[in-house]
């Protein structure tokens, strides 16, 4: 969000973002999205329940000579969220909140336990409602953000696998997201959402059963209009423009970054 110049050796006259918190950023889909903020001039603030994983991560960007720095969260601790968004907000001001992290399980509706169905809604609902509500809370008085949410495209169609949980908690994503921007609208702060499909990622290999590259390109060829699977960061580039002052006039939009699997 924040005008500026581009990082040097960027390879890009796009502007630079401004600070940035990623929840879930430890791996997977979270870890693209931090990488890719970074690499387009955000500090990011990694903020995961796995702090070992957080802070790999942070090492890693910073590694390349960006900054960022990873951080404990357990999104279904309002309290502890609270605090996390704001002491992040409190040392520099925060352009973007993503709101990332997210769980996921496939087993048949008949079979899903309430312990699961709680924690999974816990995670995907309420953590994205309160983080959402705490990026809120810090950029409403000066009139300016961005708020990114992590739906998918099982918040528009059910998987193919039975996950109706998983789809309810995702289509709840998606309407949040749009409800809030609505409200929203003329504060100055936008609010968004990414829905990947089905993206390179241990969690996507772990609910598939898949191991091999042979396995993921069957997936692929079989299912997937453009015949690969997504990379994380190609949700991240989605996530930084969404971010960005490129995306000025966008708010209430879900982006499905799919590679044609809801067209």
């Known amino acids: 969000m924040s005008a500026g110049t581009a990082r040097a050796g960027a390879g890009s006259t796009r502007a630079a973002l401004g600070p940035?918190?990623?929840?879930?950023g430890g791996r997977g889909i979270g870890r693209g999205i931090a990488?890719?903020?970074?690499?387009?001039?955000?500090?990011?603030?990694?903020?995961?329940?796995?702090l070992e994983a957080a802070r790999s991560v942070a090492t890693s960007i910073s590694d390349e000579g960006l900054s960022a720095h990873g951080v404990h969260l357990d999104v279904t601790d309002v309290d502890?969220?609270?605090?996390v968004v704001a002491g992040a907000d409190a040392a520099v001001p925060l352009d973007t909140v993503v709101c990332n992290a997210g769980v996921a399980f496939s087993r048949p509706t008949t079979e899903v336990e309430p312990e699961e169905f709680?924690?999974?809604?816990?995670?995907?609902?309420r953590g994205v409602f309160f983080v959402l509500q705490a990026g809120l809370r810090a950029m409403l008085p000066r009139g300016r953000g961005s708020i990114v949410t992590v739906a998918s495209t099982s918040s528009?169609?059910?998987s193919t696998s039975p996950m109706a949980a998983y789809d309810a908690s995702k289509a709840a994503v998606r309407m949040i997201t749009a409800a809030t921007a609505r409200e929203v609208a003329r504060s100055g702060v936008r609010v968004n959402a990414v829905?990947?499909?089905t993206v390179d990622t241990d969690l996507v290999r772990a609910l598939g059963g898949l191991a091999t590259g042979e396995?993921?390109?069957a997936l692929a060829g079989a299912k997937i209009p453009m015949?690969?699977?997504?990379?994380?960061?190609?949700?991240?580039?989605?996530?930084?423009?969404?971010?960005?002052?490129?995306?000025?006039?966008?708010?209430?939009?879900?982006?499905?970054v799919d590679g044609g699997w809801l067209a």
């Open 156 to 158: 528009f169609t059910a």
């Open 227 to 256: 015949g690969r699977l997504g990379l994380a960061e190609e949700i991240g580039a989605a996530v930084c423009f969404l971010a960005s002052d490129e995306a000025s006039y966008v708010t209430g939009h879900t982006l499905a």
């Open 195 to 197: 829905a990947p499909g």
């Open 118 to 125: 709680d924690r999974l809604m816990a995670v995907n609902v």
């Open 80 to 83: 502890e969220v609270r605090r």
């Open 215 to 217: 396995q993921l390109e």
């Open 35 to 50: 990488t890719s903020l970074a690499r387009r001039g955000a500090a990011v603030t990694i903020a995961d329940i796995d």
């Open 20 to 24: 940035a918190l990623v929840t879930g």
